[in-house]
């Protein structure tokens, strides 16, 4: 069973799922890359009913990945990982979710573009909406998050802030790599 703010969820159909607030961010930033940007932000914007709603979602997203909007008549397929993974959050971003989930977003980028990602999310965090990320980069997912989980073939193995995961020394050799 599977509850998403006290009802349950698995047995609806995605855009249920969706207009119940939880949004899903897969990785490797899967827009469509036939499409521009503008109707990739569009379709993300499909399940609102308000078109007011579906505008001041587009310029909250422009606000927040300027790059986009700049970008908007370009085919997705041609932008950079970096700007993919934009797009990807920022049309995940087009309902307004009560919780966004986000899977490896800086899966393939570089340092640069990672840092800059990671500080977006935090501004989506700092917004309201609650971010659920599943993330390897731990340093980035540590200092970002509010509660941390290492998971081991499945299983959350230790959870806490990531200040206390790092001080386990078990945790660091054992699952971090550090």
Do not use: W
């Not at 969706?18 to 930033?29: F, Q, T």
């Amino acid at each position: 069973t599977v509850c998403f703010a006290e009802e349950r969820i698995d047995v609806l159909a995605p855009h249920q799922i969706v207009m119940k607030g939880l949004v899903h961010c897969p990785e490797r930033a899967r827009v469509f890359p036939e499409m521009t940007v503008a109707d990739n932000l569009k379709a993300g914007a499909y399940l609102c009913r308000d078109r007011d709603d579906a505008k001041r979602n587009l310029e909250e997203v422009y606000q927040l990945f300027p790059t986009l909007k700049d970008r908007g008549n370009q085919i997705s397929g041609t932008l950079s990982g970096g700007e993919r993974q934009m797009l990807a959050i920022g049309r995940a971003l087009m309902v307004r979710p009560r919780l966004l989930c986000i899977d490896e977003p800086s899966t393939g980028l570089s340092t640069k573009l990672k840092t800059e990602l990671f500080e977006r999310i935090g501004e989506i965090k700092r917004s309201g909406i609650a971010v659920l990320l599943v993330e390897q980069d731990v340093g980035s997912a540590f200092q970002l998050a509010s509660r941390s989980y290492v998971l081991s073939h499945g299983r959350v193995i230790a959870e806490g802030t990531g200040e206390e995961l790092l001080q386990d020394e078990t945790i660091r050799k054992t699952y971090l790599g550090l």
